[in-house]
């Protein structure tokens, strides 16, 4: 973290948040995603949009912290689609949210 007023909670989450990598590269390498509980998929996924949105609610609209490689298009459209399907959010009403106030 780059930070100066870094939190004993900051990081901590700076550790968790490595460590999660970590262990999930690993599961993944040895193909053990299907094992893993979907509430787990959940909770993670929800903490992460948490922090996101809240980041952003609180600086203003930023991109998305992502490196070019993190992501493939597949695992892209698969978690759009599962988020906007568990939110009963269809594409027009994302347009709409997409152009929110900056």
Known sequence: M????????LAELEGLVARLGDL???VT????GAQVADEHIADVLYAAARLFSA?????????????????????TVVLVTALLDAADVNLFDMAIWYRRAQ
Do not use: H, S
């Open 2 to 9: 780059t930070d100066a007023a870094t939190t004993p909670e």
């Open 55 to 75: 980041k952003q609610d609180r600086v203003g609209k930023i991109a998305w912290p992502i490196r070019e490689d993190a992501l493939n298009a597949t695992e």
């Open 29 to 32: 390498e040895q193909e053990l």
């Open 24 to 26: 999930t590269r690993q």
